[in-house]
Nanobody
Framework: VQLQASGGGLVQAGGSLSLSCAAS????????MSWFRQAPGKDREFVAG????????YYADSVKGRFTISRDNAKNTVYLQMNSLKPEDTAVYYC???????????????WGQGTQVTVSS
C-alpha cells in the first residue's frame, strides 16, 4: 500500500484544518489507518486511528473532542478533521497503515510522506 498525505498548512490557534491520506491498492478496507505526528526533537506519536471496515476509532487524549478521523473505503482515503487547533499541535503529520490497529508507530508497515501543520499563537 502506498500513501499520499495532503492538507497541511499554517493556521492560527483556534482554527481548523483537514488532512487527507489517499491509499493505493485494492484492500484498503482490510487495513487499519492511523494518523501520527512528529514535532522537532520528539518521537512520532499517535494521534487518531480507524480500525478496518468496522469503523472503530481511537484518539490520543490530547486531541479528543477536537480531532475527528474518518475513512471512505470507496475512495481509499482517510481524513483527519482538526478543530480548535493549538500551538502544541504543530508537527509533521503522517498517515500510516497496517493490518491490525496499534498506537505504536514502530510497527506500522507503510507511511505517507508527511504534511506540515503549523499553528500560530
Amino acid at each position: 500500500v502506498q500513501l499520499q498525505a495532503s492538507g497541511g498548512g499554517l493556521v492560527q490557534a483556534g482554527g481548523s484544518l483537514s488532512l487527507s491520506c489517499a491509499a493505493s491498492g485494492r484492500s484498503f478496507s482490510r487495513y487499519a489507518m492511523s494518523w501520527f505526528r512528529q514535532a522537532p526533537g520528539k518521537d512520532r506519536e499517535f494521534v487518531a486511528g480507524s480500525s478496518r471496515a468496522d469503523g472503530n476509532t481511537y484518539y490520543a487524549d490530547s486531541v479528543k473532542g477536537r480531532f475527528t478521523i474518518s475513512r471512505d473505503n470507496a475512495k481509499n482515503t482517510v481524513y483527519l478533521q482538526m478543530n480548535s487547533l493549538k500551538p502544541e499541535d504543530t508537527a509533521v503529520y503522517y498517515c500510516g497503515t497496517r493490518i491490525g490497529f496499534s498506537v505504536e508507530a514502530g510497527i506500522y508497515e507503510n507511511w505517507g510522506q508527511g504534511t506540515q501543520v503549523t499553528v500560530s499563537s
